[in-house]
């Protein structure tokens, strides 16, 4: 199982990024995906995940009506659409995969992880 994650970078607060992370050795019907980040001094903190299986997504409170995930299987790639983006939201992302059913933003579940994507909010 491999993930690479990408599309990071400088943006302006109130600016959007999309992000992605190229998965590869599983299916996503075996597998839920999800996001993290990760910001100096603070705890990792579950971002959005994604269960096809179930069909379903969850999100941090932090994010909710401003992240979105999404995947395209042709492409075996998973997406985290970032829109209305401030400050806080500068951290490392990472995306990470868990061989299981059900959506749940807890770190310690994810045996795989990608390097990490760098995202910058200038207020």
């Known amino acids: 199982v491999q993930l690479v994650e990408s599309g990071g970078g400088l943006v302006q607060a109130g600016g959007s990024l999309r992000l992605s992370c190229a998965v590869s050795g599983f299916t996503f019907d075996d597998y839920v995906v999800s996001w993290f980040r990760h910001a100096p001094g603070k705890e990792r903190e579950g971002v959005a995940c994604m269960s096809r299986t179930e069909g379903s997504t969850t999100y941090g409170d932090s994010v909710k009506g401003r992240f979105t995930i999404s995947s395209d299987n042709a492409k075996n790639t998973v997406y985290l659409q970032m829109n209305r983006l401030k400050p806080e939201d500068t951290a490392v992302y990472y995306c990470?995969?868990?061989?299981?059913?059900?959506?749940?933003?807890?770190?310690?579940?994810?045996?795989?992880w990608g390097q990490g994507t760098q995202v910058t909010v200038s207020s």
């Open positions: 990470a995969a868990d061989r299981g059913r059900t959506c749940a933003l807890v770190p310690i579940i994810y045996d795989h």
